[in-house]
T-cell receptor, first 113, second 110 residues
Framework: EPEVTQTPSHQVTQMGQEVILRCVPISNHLYFYWYRQILGQKVEFLVSFYNNEISEKSEIFDDQFSVERPDGSNFTLKIRSTKLEDSAMYFC???????????FGSGTRLTVV | RKEVEQDPGPFNVPEGATVAFNCTYSNSASQSFFWYRQDCRKEPKLLMSVYSSGNEDGRFTAQLNRASQYISLLIRDSKLSDSATYLCVVNGEGDYKLSFGAGTTVTVRA
């Protein structure tokens, strides 16, 4: 079964440092997403990406965040200057279309110290 | 008002029991409804989509009430492996983003 792959599985970084979380979506999917889940809280939408541009973003996704699809396979989330409150599980997801067929990656646990 | 609200539980049931729980959503324009399952510190996995007429998948039955804006999930003949957090999910105000509830925890005991 096709998978969404995320690396690394766990990243520890110092406050103020930049981090890049990487995702390889399913190859024939067209829509890509990042969600996050702070420990003990609900899964929250960050951003959606289609046709090489952001199609929607939440208020969490401020100027410190950016996304890129640098080549035909990778989809990255960059946090420019991490804060303690960025500590969370970050899930990448992709869909062929719409809200059906969502496949989530296994997540990157980001710990900011 | 939260977009999606769920009873957090926990629901602690013996094997073989039936357990049911609901969620409510605030956006009357929501079009797509799902139940996802999340195991501890893992990614959400789709359990089932929820259709207007209600639908069943093995031991799982989902119902949608658009008038009252609630969705339900019923698990029959609970197994130990059903222990998980069940996430109520609806499509949000944008086209394709999902809005998650905080989850209902179910623990099935032997």
């Amino acid at each position: 079964e096709p998978e969404v792959t995320q690396t690394p599985s766990h990243q520890v970084t110092q406050m103020g440092q930049e981090v890049i979380l990487r995702c390889v979506p399913i190859s024939n999917h067209l829509y890509f997403y990042w969600y996050r889940q702070i420990l003990g809280q609900k899964v929250e939408f960050l951003v959606s990406f289609y046709n090489n541009e952001i199609s929607e973003k939440s208020e969490i996704f401020d100027d410190q965040f950016s996304v890129e699809r640098p080549d035909g396979s990778n989809f990255t989330l960059k946090i420019r200057s991490t804060k303690l409150e960025d500590s969370a599980m970050y899930f990448c997801a992709s869909t062929p279309r719409g809200t059906y067929g969502y496949t989530f990656g296994s997540g990157t646990r980001l710990t900011v110290v | 008002r939260k977009e999606v609200e769920q009873d957090p539980g926990p629901f602690n049931v013996p094997e073989g029991a039936t357990v049911a729980f609901n969620c409510t959503y605030s956006n009357s324009a929501s079009q797509s409804f799902f139940w996802y399952r999340q195991d501890c510190r893992k990614e959400p996995k789709l359990l089932m989509s929820v259709y207007s007429s209600g639908n069943e998948d093995g031991r799982f039955t989902a119902q949608l009430n658009r008038a009252s804006q609630y969705i339900s999930l019923l698990i029959r003949d609970s197994k130990l492996s059903d222990s998980a957090t069940y996430l109520c999910v609806v499509n949000g105000e944008g086209d394709y983003k999902l809005s998650f509830g905080a989850g209902t925890t179910v623990t099935v005991r032997a």
